[in-house]
């Protein structure tokens, strides 16, 4: 089925760094999803955006709703071990059907 | 958000036979979905279980190889038939309440 182009698809930083990952796509898109998923674990949701340039945290996440309703990017500050993980948005259309990207995998070095 | 519980949480079957793959919600759901996770990859929709009525397939997904049901708004079970090792994945129950949730996921290895 149909994805999201996201990226990058892997990141391997240092504790403290900041971390930036996105989403684009040739479509549309009512509603804008970022998830965490952990190993052996379901996704769990982390931030969901409504509107066009709305920009929403959660603690040390930040996400925002692009504009043209296109894209959307998540970004972490001061990364900590526990942030290891794959990351994925999901933009969900006027069908109310979600349309995942491929996954942001984040390593994180003591 | 919705608790949303899976059993089993993982098996390792035969090729050849078949697993059922329950999903319990704590409170009651309109919409409610089946995701296949392949290893190292996102998630696929397979299908929307209806209560009530037939499950609405996917393209690339039919009802002979994962039948669902959904005889309530809080309980729901896909099956996977015939298992080959092509279908070892992680599958996922998810549910619609103020947003879209997961469950925990079933990883079912096919030898």
């Known amino acids: 089925g149909q994805q999201l182009n996201q990226s990058p698809q892997s990141m391997f930083i240092q504790e403290g760094e900041d971390v930036s990952m996105n989403c684009t796509s040739s479509?549309?898109?009512?509603?804008w999803l970022w998830y965490k998923q952990d190993p052996g674990e379901g996704p769990v949701l982390l931030i969901a955006?409504?509107?066009?340039?709305e920009l929403t945290s959660n603690g040390r996440l930040t996400a925002q709703f692009g504009i043209t309703r296109k894209d959307s990017f998540l970004n972490i500050s001061a990364s900590i071990p526990s942030d290891v993980g794959i990351y994925f948005c999901a933009g969900r259309n006027a069908g109310n059907m979600l349309t995942f990207g491929g996954g942001t995998r984040l390593m994180v070095k003591p | 958000s919705a608790v949303i519980s899976q059993k089993p949480s993982r098996d390792i079957c035969q090729r050849g036979t078949s697993l059922t793959i329950q999903c319990q919600v704590d409170?009651?759901?309109?919409?409610m979905f089946w995701y296949r996770q392949q290893p190292g990859q996102s998630l696929t929709l397979i299908a929307t279980a209806n209560q009530g009525s037939e499950a609405t397939y996917e393209s690339g997904f039919v009802i002979d190889k994962f039948p669902i049901s959904r005889p309530n708004l809080t309980f729901s079970t896909l099956t996977v038939s015939n298992m080959s090792p092509e279908d070892s994945s992680i599958y996922l129950c998810?549910?619609?309440?103020?947003?879209?949730?997961f469950g925990p996921g079933t990883r079912l290895t096919v030898l």
């Open positions: 479509s549309i898109f009512n509603t």
């Open positions: 409170s009651q759901v309109t919409m």
């Open positions: 955006l409504y509107k066009a340039g």
């Open positions: 998810s549910v619609v309440g103020n947003e879209q949730f």
